[in-house]
């Protein structure tokens, strides 16, 4: 049972890595109309290409919660943890969550080029970790699933795997275009966490697949979202306008900031 788990747990993550020629990007596809002209990039691609995985995780986290449970695995997964691995007190996913943004936006802020500018990068990461607090928050307590140790009822989705394939995936659409290893280290430092969080019996197996398709989500949202969002603000407030999103205690804000 715990092969079989894993190997489904590898297949659910390979299409996250396409290869380094599926990633990089690609000379505009261009079509003229008249004056028009219409240019076809990453930057565009097709949306259900784009949550085709992290929908499958969330659908995997879905079937197998204890509200569900078409597929029994959260016991048995747990039950062969405790039985090769024990329970650690190690506080590693902690840091863990944070590592591939924080690396993200260090390689920015070290002038290696990624999609966008560090200033844009931060302002992406501050998006993307909004929208995966708020839907992770809300989800916990929408669906009030127990923790494996009983301690209380904000189990499903894991918010520490849900934050880390976030960050990990900020680091795959900034940096997966020059190597695929910057997307192969993000995404094993996210199943790390999610695996160190169901070791130390905070978290059931559908929960860690669920915190993995919303972490995956946010991100995809939040640069589907950010030029959409940008651009009137722009207009309105001018190029040295930014505005950062916020969430905290279920408020949703923003804040501009103007240079003068």
Not at 82 to 95: A, S, V
Not at 119 to 145: E, I, Y
Not at 178 to 184: C, E
Not at 214 to 243: D, F, H, N, Q
Request: glycine letters at 8%; a positive charge; proline letters at 6%.
């Amino acid at each position: 049972m715990f092969r079989s788990v894993l190997l489904s747990w590898l297949c659910c993550l390979l299409p996250l890595f396409p290869l380094r020629a599926q990633i990089a990007p690609a000379a505009p596809i261009t079509s003229s109309s008249g004056d028009s002209t219409v240019r076809r990039t990453l930057w565009q691609r097709p949306v259900s290409r784009a949550v085709l995985v992290p929908t499958l995780l969330l659908t995997a986290g879905a079937l197998t919660t204890h509200r569900v449970e078409v597929l029994e695995s959260d016991e048995e997964m747990r039950e062969e943890i405790r039985e090769h691995m024990g329970r650690p007190t190690t506080t590693l996913d902690n840091q863990l969550r944070y590592l591939p943004g924080a690396v993200t936006l260090g390689l920015g802020l070290a002038g290696v080029p990624g999609r966008h500018k560090p200033v844009d990068q931060l302002l992406l990461a501050a998006l993307a970790f909004t929208l995966n607090d708020a839907a992770t928050s809300n989800l916990k307590k929408l669906t009030q699933v127990q923790r494996p140790d009983g301690s209380n009822l904000h189990s499903f989705p894991s918010q520490h795997t849900s934050l880390a394939f976030a960050s990990a995936t900020f680091l795959h659409k900034e940096y997966g275009g020059r190597s695929i290893w910057y997307s192969l280290g993000g995404y094993g430092v996210a199943a790390t966490t999610g695996g160190i969080r169901m070791a130390k019996d905070a978290h059931w197996l559908s929960d860690v697949l669920a915190g993995a398709g919303v972490g995956i989500l946010s991100t995809e949202a939040a640069y589907w979202l950010y030029p959409r969002l940008m651009k009137p603000m722009r207009r309105v407030l001018g190029s040295r306008a930014l505005v950062v999103p916020s969430y905290q205690q279920g408020a949703v804000g923003a804040t501009a900031v103007v240079r003068l």
